[in-house]
C-alpha cells in the first residue's frame, strides 16, 4: 500500500514547494522531499501524527479539513506557521485543494519569501520585456530627426561667412547631436549585435573584469575572488557577459569612490553552483550563481525598485545604462540579475542555467 501511494504522488517530488497528501483522518499519507527538508524530519516521521500538529496553530488546518470533507469549498488559501524543530518557525502561504481520491486533501506550502521572490522576479521580467520596447521605441524616434539635425547645422555653417562665434553655435549643435547619437547606438546595441555563441568558462569573464577594473581604479581598491572551480563551462555569448559582469563591478567601483581614498574599498567576485532553484518561471537543475559584491555605501532608497529601468541612475552625470544592459545581456542567456543592497554591503546576484 505504501508503495502504491509513493508511486501515486511520486511527482511531487520534482517541486520545489512543499507538498503533502492528507487523508480522511488528518494524517498525511505522502509529503515530499521539499517538505521534508523544511521540516528536518523523514517522510516516515511526518506520516506518524495528525498533519496539523506541524503548525502553530492547529486548529486552523483541523477546520480547514473538515471543510475540504465536508465539500464546502474545492480549494482554499490562508498563511500560517510552520514548525521546525530547532529552528524558527517558517510563514508559509497554505493551498488545499480536494483531491481526486474521496477523502484526500492536497495541502501546499508556499513559503512567503519564496513567494516574495518569484512575485519579484515576474516583475524584474516583465519591467525587462517593458524597457526592451521602450528603448527601441523611443530609439528609433530620436534617430531620424536627430540625423536631420546635424546635418541642418552642417549646412549652416557652410554657409556661413567666417565668423568664428557664429560657427561656435553650430559645432556646439553637431557636438550635442554626435553625443545623442551616441547613446541612442548604445540604446540599440544590445539588440541589433547578433548573439555570438560559444564555450564560456565564467572564471575567465570574472578575471577578464578583474583585470580591467583594477587597470581603471588601482589605487585603494581590493578584489577578492572565491570561486567554485567545479562549475562547468555553458554555451553563450562570452563578450557580452564580459561586458554584463564588467557593467556591475564599473557601478561598484564608482560607489566605492570614498572607500578607495581610504584604502578600504572591497570588491568580491564569488561563483556558486545553485541545485533546483526557480527563476523566471522555469526550475533548473543546475545554475550558476555569479555574486558581484562591495562594501560602499548601499544603493539609494529612492531608486532601488528602478535601478535596471533605462536612465536611472545613482550618480551625478550617469547615463543609466550600465545595469539595464547587464539585464538585458543576461536574460538572452535565460538568466536573471538581483540586487540586495544595504549600507556597507551590495550584492547583485546573475543567475544563469548550467547544463
Not at 306 to 319: C, K, M, T
Not at 331 to 346: A, K, W
Request: net charge negative.
Amino acid at each position: 500500500m505504501a508503495e502504491t501511494t509513493a508511486a501515486r504522488f511520486q511527482a511531487f517530488d520534482l517541486l520545489v514547494t512543499l507538498v503533502a497528501v492528507v487523508g480522511p483522518d488528518g494524517v498525511a499519507v505522502f509529503a515530499n522531499s521539499a517538505l521534508e527538508d523544511a521540516l528536518g524530519s523523514s517522510r516516515r516521521m511526518i506520516q506518524v501524527s495528525p498533519f496539523c500538529e506541524c503548525f502553530t496553530e492547529p486548529a486552523v488546518l483541523q477546520s480547514a479539513l473538515a471543510g475540504a470533507g465536508s465539500n464546502v469549498f474545492a480549494a482554499l488559501r490562508y498563511d500560517a506557521w510552520l514548525k521546525r524543530p530547532h529552528l524558527e518557525p517558517l510563514p508559509v502561504h497554505v493551498v488545499l485543494a480536494q483531491s481526486d481520491a474521496a477523502g484526500e486533501v492536497i495541502i501546499e506550502l508556499l513559503p512567503l519569501e519564496q513567494q516574495a521572490r518569484q512575485e519579484r522576479e515576474e516583475r524584474l521580467l516583465q519591467q525587462a520585456q517593458t524597457n526592451k520596447e521602450l528603448i527601441r521605441n523611443l530609439a528609433h524616434e530620436i534617430k531620424n530627426p536627430l540625423g536631420g539635425i546635424r546635418g541642418a547645422a552642417q549646412l549652416l555653417e557652410m554657409e556661413m561667412d567666417d565668423s568664428r562665434e557664429l560657427k561656435e553655435y553650430t559645432q556646439v549643435i553637431i557636438r550635442e547631436a554626435d553625443r545623442l547619437q551616441t547613446l541612442v547606438d548604445r540604446l540599440l546595441a544590445p539588440h541589433r549585435r547578433p548573439h555570438v555563441v560559444g564555450d564560456v568558462n565564467i572564471h575567465e569573464v570574472c578575471e577578464r573584469v578583474r583585470s580591467l577594473i583594477l587597470a581603471e581604479f588601482p589605487k585603494g581598491l581590493k578584489v577578492q575572488r572565491d570561486y567554485d572551480i567545479s562549475i562547468p563551462e555553458f554555451r553563450g555569448d562570452r563578450e557580452q557577459l564580459i561586458q554584463a559582469v564588467l557593467n556591475i563591478a564599473h557601478n561598484a567601483c564608482q560607489a566605492l569612490s570614498e572607500k578607495m581614498a581610504q584604502e578600504e574599498a572591497q570588491l568580491t567576485f564569488r561563483t556558486r553552483v545553485a541545485r533546483q532553484v526557480t527563476f523566471g518561471k522555469q526550475r533548473y537543475r543546475l545554475a550558476l550563481e555569479l555574486h558581484v559584491m562591495d562594501n560602499g555605501p548601499g544603493v539609494p532608497d529612492s531608486i532601488k525598485e528602478r535601478i535596471f529601468y533605462p536612465l536611472v541612475s545613482g550618480r551625478e552625470g550617469g547615463s543609466g545604462l550600465g545595469l539595464t544592459l547587464a539585464q538585458t545581456f543576461v536574460q538572452q542567456h535565460h538568466g536573471l540579475i538581483e540586487c540586495d543592497s544595504v549600507p556597507g554591503r551590495t550584492d547583485f546576484k546573475i543567475m544563469i542555467p548550467l547544463p
